[in-house]
């Protein structure tokens, strides 16, 4: 789990969670069982996200909403809790390795029905939904080489005033000193991002850093 954000001690992180929003016991199971998964665990989405995606979904009433690298499923049942009634979330993994934990949480909150699990490509998924923009919510936290075109796909089908957050845009800080390919794939879209006219870009220091980007 990402167990520390880039810029805020950990004294002052046990602070900022004790002041918003607790985890509940799904949340905690999901913790609990991500932890235990070699090499992939550090996927998990930070719990000062979980919140903030549930508060974005609400604010933007979503009803229409997409998680791309759904994982262990807590980005997902974060959105899903903040659905409009009616609402719907297409979750997006490439495998289904890590799904019973996914739908077992969803079930257990009281959500799974409001989930469309979609196991394929993404970029396949996202090209196969209606083309007008009718996003009020999306979440990437995938292959950082697939940022671009997940955007593209993303942006073209969100509404004026949707938002689309990407995870993991400060790579660990190695976006001043990029060491790895992801690294650069995330600074080429970093760049490309906040030029682009479609759109208004706020970058925030939450976990390893998470853009939000407002269609104009």
Not at 109 to 132: F, H, M, N, S
Request: hydrophobic fraction near 45%.
């Amino acid at each position: 789990m990402k167990d520390s954000t880039l810029l805020i001690p950990a004294p002052l992180r046990e602070y900022m969670l004790a002041h918003s929003v607790p985890l509940d016991a799904v949340q905690r199971r999901i913790i609990e069982q991500t932890s235990t998964l070699p090499r992939v665990a550090h996927w998990q989405t930070a719990p000062e996200q979980s919140a903030l995606l549930t508060l974005l979904a609400r604010t933007l009433g979503a009803r229409h909403a997409v998680d791309v690298g759904s994982f262990t499923g807590m980005s997902s049942l974060a959105i899903a809790r903040g659905l409009r009634p009616g609402g719907r979330l297409i979750a997006c993994d490439i495998t289904d390795d890590w799904t019973p934990i996914a739908r077992e949480a969803w079930q257990a909150a009281g959500v799974v029905d409001r989930i469309d699990l979609r196991i394929a490509p993404a970029i396949e998924t996202l090209r196969a939904l209606p083309a007008e923009p009718h996003l009020d919510f999306s979440f990437v936290d995938a292959d950082k080489e697939g940022y671009l075109e997940y955007f593209e796909e993303l942006i073209v089908r969100t509404r004026p005033g949707g938002i689309v957050a990407f995870d993991n845009v400060f790579r660990s800080g190695r976006v001043l000193k990029p060491v790895k390919e992801a690294d650069h794939a995330v600074i080429e879209f970093n760049k490309r991002l906040v030029k682009d006219s479609r759109v208004e870009v706020v970058m925030l220091p939450v976990a390893d850093g998470m853009s939000l980007v407002s269609r104009t």
